[in-house]
């Protein structure tokens, strides 16, 4: 790839890190000081029912309260129980104290139903309805490939097992969910912590029945999201209690009410049988693979095989997928939604047949690896980019692969634990592909009159993506980097609709906008100056600070110079392109729709003490597909913080729910043990950039924000290698280990 000036240069900085660190950043809670109302909430004592009446006059009647709501008129608060835990009631008070004192004053009736809290009892023949969905706790799907008898008829072995449910975990970001309201007049306005803004206005506009213009939501700091702040239910409680009492009212949520009522990852299963040459050529696939869709009925299970589909070889293949309904707290994206627990899955498949063969296990899958010349086995569509292998080949280079691996149980450190040595990886299915076509993110940006640039994303700012942003601009404009700086952001008042933070969408979403947006203002400037210069605006170029003739690079100006021809601010603004081929691979032209996706490949090298099943990460190595990187060290973070993470996934993260009431047992950082700096040795933890250029996104890049953290198996099958046992359903924790050992 052709060296650029701005993107992809080490030391850029993100300009906002000085608001962040010293405070100055305004989150939604730090708005109206000292005059807003408190909302906290009431939360259901049963898993499955419906609510028979509520009496708040006596917590009403608490000097300090002043509103409270219900589903009789607040409408994202439901009369239908579907999970313990559920909001019912939510009230506004003077302070924290009055609000938890005026919940305790008031007084719920139910009609309580047999509740289903096991995913395996909601799949029995005769379970009690979750109430999730009519008439059943299950929904399938299936995607069907070649003839998948006759792919086991051609394997010459053939392996079957089954993945152990993996657990539930809650995001714990660290800004729960939170949401400002206040009214003038019929205008709502609105602060958030938000992953989509305009998403929110949207929800929060339907929910209450107004008309977008009257919905003003800003969300500048956000504490986190993981794919947990897309929807805006918490703000319309908000927006339904302000509007009662006449007061800005703050729903910040409690530890205890985010863990409990907002999204956590979903429990995984599956059952699979696959068949392979004896050279490790797989020839047929046949996989069943489980989600619980939790009390919300959050599908996903189809999502689940994405990657065992895109990533391999495979010509015939049976993909069903099953989604269970219970009546459990809801899921929702985890960072991600299905990769993370698919790349366990077709691990677990890999690592097994790799044994039965006698294989290295990342042999076979660089054996079986999809290539670039290769479409997509389903959706027929080629990739923009293609990097499995490399970023496989660099995790293991990176992690000493070819000298440390060795047949499951075979090695032994000096010290008595037991060394295993894990990789997983593939295709993600995150980027930009057919769910995210028709997507009109715009851009907005201003060339000031002394030929600085100010940039304005609807975008709140809860990742690295609005940095890109910055470097695409000052690229794309030929200005240095220091020259661009950010405007407003976050406001559906002031920015362009830019779309969300998910699905590793922003740099191939947003980022096309900004191209257009500078290529807009550009064409404005080149008009004014290029009588100036002597020449026509086709034979302008921006570049290194200057506007400059093409053929003639010494008749020039610097862009101060320029915006003073002009003599006024310049609005650019600009619209996504679709997800096609802006250059010919292989045989297919410019303008083929094509699938826009990461790649990503975690090794992890440990040690289990096999007398307290205590597990160490003794190197780890991330290697992630960026297609090019744009803002370096937010690259860099975003992987190293993938380690974190996928730590967090194998070895910390997990749920409790009561089996018997459906209740949360560990609503708390307390309880909900999530890694900290005690549990992490960042010098052990490397990043490694993979750019494979992509052929679609602007200047070669694609998101990273899913793929970074999805290959936490790497963990799980160095488990496995180190002692020939598969504990397949995270986390693995001390006990764990100790049970799959035979220990206790």
Request: charge should be negative; proline fraction near 5%.
């Amino acid at each position: 790839m052709a060296e650029l000036s701005v993107i992809g240069k080490e030391g850029l900085k993100d300009p906002t890190t000085i608001g962040k660190m010293t405070g100055a950043l305004d989150f939604c809670g730090d708005h109206f000081p000292g005059q807003k109302l408190i909302c906290r909430t009431l939360l259901s004592t049963i898993a499955h029912g419906t609510i028979a009446s509520i009496d708040t006059s006596a917590a009403e009647a608490l000097p300090g309260v002043k509103a409270t709501t219900t589903f009789e008129d607040c409408p994202v608060l439901r009369e239908n129980i579907t999970f313990w835990g559920q909001e019912v009631v939510a009230v506004a008070a003077v302070d924290e104290e009055t609000a938890n004192q005026a919940l305790e004053l008031i007084d719920v009736e139910y009609n309580e139903e047999t509740p289903v809290v096991d995913e395996e009892d909601a799949l029995a023949p005769g379970a009690p309805l979750a109430g999730v969905w009519d008439g059943t706790n299950v929904r399938q799907t299936e995607v069907v490939r070649g003839d998948i008898n006759e792919g086991f008829t051609q394997a010459e072995v053939t392996i079957e097992g089954t993945v152990d449910w993996g657990e539930r975990w809650q995001h714990q970001e660290a800004e729960p969910h939170a949401a400002l309201a206040h009214w003038i007049g019929d205008h709502l306005y609105f602060w958030t912590s938000s992953q989509n803004p305009y998403g929110q206005r949207a929800a929060a506009a339907g929910a209450l029945g107004l008309p977008l213009n009257k919905v003003h939501l800003t969300s500048h700091g956000s504490g986190a999201g993981h794919g947990n702040k897309h929807g805006n239910d918490y703000g319309v409680i908000a927006a339904v209690l302000a509007r009662k009492a006449g007061m800005p009212v703050l729903y910040q949520k409690s530890r205890r009410e985010h863990v409990i009522t907002s999204t956590r990852q979903h429990p995984y299963k599956a059952e699979y049988k696959i068949g392979a040459l004896s050279d490790g050529t797989l020839t047929a696939i046949d996989v069943t693979m489980y989600g619980g869709a939790g009390g919300n009925g959050s599908g996903w299970a189809g999502g689940l095989s994405y990657l065992l589909r895109a990533s391999w070889k495979c010509p015939n293949g049976l993909f069903k997928a099953v989604d269970v309904a219970t009546n459990t707290p809801p899921t929702g994206a985890f960072r991600c939604v299905a990769d993370p627990c698919g790349n366990v899955i077709h691990t677990v498949m890999f690592d097994h047949l790799a044994a039965e063969l006698g294989m290295d296990p990342l042999e076979l899958k660089l054996k079986n690896a999809i290539t670039s010349d290769m479409v997509h086995q389903d959706m027929m569509m080629p990739f923009a980019a293609v990097a499995i292998s490399d970023c496989l080949e660099a995790a293991a280079n990176g992690i000493g692969w070819s000298s440390k691996w060795h047949t499951p149980g075979a090695y032994t450190l000096p010290d008595g634990r037991l060394h295993g040595i894990g990789i997983a990886g593939g295709i993600d299915s995150h980027g930009v592909n057919a769910a995210f076509w028709g997507l009109t993110n715009g851009a907005i940006l201003m060339i000031t009159m002394d030929g600085t640039a100010l940039v304005n994303p609807g975008q709140s700012h809860c990742a690295g993506s609005i940095i890109s942003m910055l470097h695409i601009v000052a690229e794309t404009l030929g200005m240095d980097y220091e020259s661009v700086q950010l405007g407003d952001w976050g406001d559906t008042d002031t920015c362009a609709d830019g779309g969300f933070e998910g699905g590793s969408t922003r740099v191939s979403t947003e980022g096309p906008a900004y191209v257009r947006a500078c290529e807009d203002a550009l064409s404005q400037v080149f008009e004014m100056v290029a009588p100036q210069l002597e020449t026509t605006t086709d034979n302008l170029t921006a570049k290194d600070g200057k506007i400059f003739v093409t053929d003639n690079p010494s008749s020039s100006m610097t862009w101060a110079e320029a915006m003073s021809v002009v003599r006024n601010t310049i609005v650019g603004r600009g619209y996504t392109w679709q997800p096609t081929l802006r250059r010919q691979v292989h045989d297919w032209p410019v303008g083929t729709p094509c699938l826009v996706q990461g790649c990503e490949a975690t090794a992890a090298e440990i040690a289990v003490d096999p007398e307290t099943g205590e597990i160490e990460i003794l190197d780890m190595v991330n290697a992630i597909d960026c297609g090019r990187a744009v803002y370096r060290k937010g690259c860099e973070k975003q992987i190293m913080g993938g380690c974190e993470i996928q730590v967090g996934q194998a070895l910390f993260y997990q749920h409790i729910i009561d089996k018997a009431t459906g209740a949360t047992l560990n609503p708390s950082f307390i309880d909900h043990k999530q890694p900290t700096s005690l549990d992490m040795h960042e010098d052990r933890h490397k990043a490694v950039l993979v750019e494979s250029d992509s052929a679609s996104g602007p200047y070669g890049a694609h998101g990273i924000g899913e793929p970074a953290v999805n290959a936490y198996a790497c963990i799980l099958a160095a488990f496995y290698n180190a002692t020939g046992i598969w504990v397949s359903g995270s986390p693995i924790s001390p006990w764990k280990a100790l049970k799959a050992m035979g220990k206790v």
